[in-house]
């Protein structure tokens, strides 16, 4: 248990009901061991994000149970649940989440200062400038674009190195020159400060960069990949093995 920063075990999650219930997640089993960096893929309705939010704790499953760093988290009252997922775990969203009358600087610290302690200021501004947006501290999100929206968003998780970071299409909203940089970042979380990254990504150069591929479907795992080729991965998710 102590290798496994998360462990979904037998995890379920539906929604709706009746004729509209829909399976996002069918018994799955994973670990995701400490230090490592899982690419997770699948085509749309796979469960990809379903997965994310359970294993975040955003989501709680019908049945089994999800640990982070040993606990279960499934079990966790809200207040505590929250309070776990400000100081261990790390997420970055598809829809941004940042505060619109905060700048760029003020939302990457917002967390910190949240939980009461003081941003490490150079920290912060290493982390804007390697996600490209040196210069643009004092920016309010409405004056950025949305691929800078979302690397405000990749700064605020990354800046408090959580022992888990999740991450949804992290490169979506970006150009590849950025989007390079932000896995890069990622990348280094998980080999210089041994942190754990699990990513969900439609993007096979994108999952090149993870230790393992791990692919949904119908709210199932169907396969793993180890350390993948971008060919291995579009020709897995096009049905060839």
Not at 26 to 46: E, I, K, L, Y
Not at 150 to 169: K, M, N, S, T
Request: net charge positive; charged share 25%; proline share 5%.
């Amino acid at each position: 248990m102590n290798d496994h920063a998360v462990l979904l075990d037998g995890v379920t999650r539906t929604y709706g009901r009746g004729a509209t219930e829909v399976t996002a997640l069918r018994q799955v089993s994973v670990a995701f061991t400490s230090a490592t960096f899982t690419a997770v893929m699948g085509p749309s309705g796979s469960g990809k994000s379903t997965l994310l939010q359970c294993g975040s704790g955003l989501d709680r499953p019908e049945s089994g149970a999800v640990r982070v760093a040993g606990q279960d988290i499934t079990r966790l009252p809200e207040k505590a649940l929250a309070v776990l997922r400000r100081d261990r775990i790390g997420i970055i969203f598809q829809a941004f989440n940042l505060v619109p009358s905060l700048t760029a600087w003020q939302n990457v610290v917002l967390p910190t200062r949240l939980a009461r302690r003081r941003p490490d200021a150079d920290r912060v501004r290493e982390l804007l400038a390697r996600v490209g947006l040196e210069g643009r501290e004092g920016h309010r999100p409405a004056q950025l674009s949305g691929g800078q929206q979302q690397r405000v968003a990749i700064a605020r998780a990354l800046l408090g190195r959580p022992a888990v970071l999740f991450a949804d299409e992290p490169t979506g909203a970006l150009d590849r020159a950025t989007g390079h940089e932000v896995l890069a970042l990622l990348r280094e979380a998980v080999d210089r400060f041994g942190q754990t990254v699990v990513m969900v990504t439609h993007d096979p150069e994108a999952a090149t960069w993870a230790d393992a591929v791990l692919f949904l479907r119908d709210g199932q795992i169907v396969d793993t990949l180890a350390r993948p080729s971008a060919e291995q991965i579009s020709a897995r998710l096009g049905g060839r093995r």
